[in-house]
């Protein structure tokens, strides 16, 4: 089965503090993964896609790096902002279908 | 150039009525997805739409079903509303499968 699991669940830090958020998949064929970032009641949006052959996105202050052999990705975010107090949530879609599959989310505070 | 838009963003219905939700994508996208969230489950896949073709679809039950029209808006039904069907319904909408995915503000669905 086609699963996605994320860390923490949860994660308090302190404003321009850096944190690194963790994503690891089952999902196979693989096809892309995809990093998302939802503010409370408001849809997703989309932050980085990577495809097999690239290890590392950057999206301004967010970092995404992938390794397919272990089937881990990770989001690093530096000089965190209180603006960044979101969901981040992992997708994995699937080779051919492009049917996605969601991690749970990590839930990120940031304090002044 | 405007966003997705959901209509309407809120709905109240009571068990064992239906349901219909509307999806404008942005100007010149193909692709529309739709997507249940719900706190227990997360996001979960619905369907997924391309040139008024049905190209995918989640582990949904058959009351869940949904259209595109020749201009790419799309809309999603549901019948035999059960109390489980609560939930934030969100579409998305890509120039194609694999691009990045657009998401709406949702439509907040509540079932008494």
């Known amino acids: 089965k086609n699963q996605v699991e994320q860390s923490p669940q949860s994660l308090i830090i302190l404003e321009g503090k850096n944190c690194t958020l963790q994503c690891n998949y089952t999902v196979s064929p693989f096809s892309n993964l995809r990093w998302y970032k939802q503010d409370t009641g408001r849809g997703p949006v989309s932050l980085t896609i990577?495809?097999?052959?690239?290890n590392t996105k950057s999206n301004g202050r967010y970092t995404a790096t992938l390794d397919a052999d272990t089937k881990q990705s990770s989001l690093h975010i530096t000089a965190s902002q209180l603006s960044d107090s979101a969901s981040y949530i992992c997708v994995v879609s699937a080779g051919g279908s492009y049917i996605p599959t969601f991690g749970r989310g990590t839930s990120l505070i940031v304090h002044p | 150039k405007a966003g997705v838009t959901q209509t309407p963003r809120y709905l109240i219905k009571t068990r064992g009525q239906q349901v219909t939700l509307s999806c404008s994508p942005i100007s010149g996208h193909r692709s529309v997805s739709w997507y249940q969230q719900t706190p227990g489950q997360g996001l979960q896949f619905l369907f997924e739409y391309f040139s008024e073709t049905q190209r995918n679809k989640g582990n949904f039950p058959g009351r869940f079903s949904g259209r595109q029209f020749s201009n790419s808006r799309s809309e999603m039904n549901v019948s035999t509303l059960e109390l489980g069907d609560s939930a934030l319904y969100l579409c998305?909408?890509?120039?194609?499968?694999?691009?990045?995915?657009?998401f709406g503000p949702g439509t907040r669905l509540t079932v008494l």
């Open positions: 998305a909408s890509s120039l194609l499968q694999k691009d990045t995915q657009y």
């Open positions: 990577m495809t097999f052959s690239e």
